[in-house]
């Protein structure tokens, strides 16, 4: 399942993107990570293109969650999350 509507709200789950394998702070650097995170957010444009035929219909995102597989001493996950957020800041303009 790609997306479920319910009521003005179309919500996403389960997005990756690729088989990226490593961890944040010792095999991936945050800029790369950044740029995973911005692959997952056309993904998620994606899947509501599919969903709605366009993206004229969204509104607003209203919320963005994501995972970052990182060694324990990291503490840049906003930055990474980022690479998302910014996308979809940038496709509003």
Partial sequence: ???VQVG????????????TIGK???DISVEQ?????????MILLSAL??????????????KVT?????????AE???VINGCSDLFVEVRR
């Fill in 1 to 3: 399942m790609r997306a």
């Fill in 8 to 19: 003005d709200l179309m919500l996403l789950a389960g997005k990756g993107a690729g088989d």
């Fill in 24 to 26: 944040v702070g010792r």
């Fill in 33 to 41: 990570a950044y740029q995973i995170a911005r692959a997952t957010g």
């Fill in 49 to 62: 293109v599919a969903e709605l035929g366009s993206l004229d219909r969204v509104v607003r995102i209203v």
């Fill in 66 to 74: 994501g995972f970052v597989n990182a060694v324990p001493e990291f």
């Fill in 77 to 79: 996950h906003p930055k």
